[in-house]
């Protein structure tokens, strides 16, 4: 039974990889996505339009604006001269955001007073509410630095330390989570395009009737997605440490060994896609509609944190949102297996059910 479970294995490898054309879908958006993404999702603000309205003219507003200019954020300065001037910049998206100085700002950052405090008003565009919040920090942190300077003795002083990413380099965030996305993808569209193949070809009878069980057939579908789950993920993992220079912590065998488990949980996930689906293309559909809901509640787009408390309760069946933090872990965070096992067992009670569902699937399915 080994020896035909065995070559069933390998004649789906070989449907993965006897063609030029198959081969091109595993590895094409492996080298697109590693090449593009890192570049491409990127939450850094460089090189932005900023308005400024400078109502007081003094030398603190001044100052302050010169210092606004010389950042690498911000390599435009519009100076516009009245509010209606300023409403239009942002209203056609010339500049991410505007500052405004009032016309006592300097007297009023003069005098100190408790209760005549500096007033400094940025108006961000909401409609890139993100950039325009991360570069609204960037002008706070410039006119607290611009005061720390003025009355050092005065400001507390205050050290500021990344852990695990000291210098905030967006792609030691990204280039990890782009090992779960890229495998979810490959591994998805593998398994989950296998049995519905075999029902479009109609060749799922003939291996119904040899002597493989359904439970042989769906090992069979599903060890080919886990290769491929764990082949892509290597060779982005490996890429994001040589190519890229992203650290990689951990211990290479807990890497591959979470590999393996999240291309088991993903693995049953098209499997029962598969099973539920008569054509390819409706399996390609339903991939489809799992992954994006997925990767929203994956902790990728957003922190599970702040959703909705039935959403954080959702993702803790999202396969995904384990197998990020265990990537992260091992390759910033120096994660060992006490640390790795909190998010590791879970994906394997994903994958047991998953697999379950999908065998349990296949079985009513083919009314075995």
Known sequence: ????????????????????????????????????????????????????????????????????????????????????????????????????FPQDFSRSLLSQSHNNSAQLQIILDGRRSNSGQIAGAYINQIVSGYIADRSPQKSPALLVRNAYNPNLNFKWHILPCLVAIITTVGCLNVTALSVAREKEEGTLDQLLVSPLTPAYIMVG???????????????????????????????????????????????????????????QQQAFLGTFGFMIPAMMLSGFVAPIENMPRFLQILSKGNPISYFIPTLKGLFLKQFTLMDVLPVMWPMVLIAFVTLSAGMWMFKRDVGG
């Open 1 to 100: 039974m080994l020896l035909r479970l065995r070559q069933l294995i390998i004649k789906e490898l070989k449907i993965l990889l006897g063609e030029k054309r198959a081969i091109a879908m595993l590895i094409m958006p492996v080298i697109l996505q590693i090449a593009v993404f890192p570049f491409a999702a990127n939450m850094e603000v460089r090189g932005s339009a900023i308005a400024i309205f400078n109502e007081d003219g003094g030398a603190e507003s001044i100052e302050i604006s010169q210092r606004i200019a010389k950042t690498s954020a911000f390599t435009s300065v519009i100076n516009v001269y009245n509010h209606h001037d300023l409403k239009d910049v942002i209203d056609k998206q010339k500049a991410l955001l505007a500052v405004h």
């Open 221 to 279: 579908k599903a060890v080919p997605g886990i290769i491929v789950a764990v082949g892509q993920a290597s060779i982005i993992a490996l890429t994001a440490i040589v190519v890229y220079g992203v650290p990689f912590t951990g211990s290479f065998l807990l890497l591959l060994a979470s590999m393996a488990l999240y291309g088991m949980a993903i693995s049953g996930v098209g499997l029962f896609i598969s099973s539920i689906c008569s054509t």
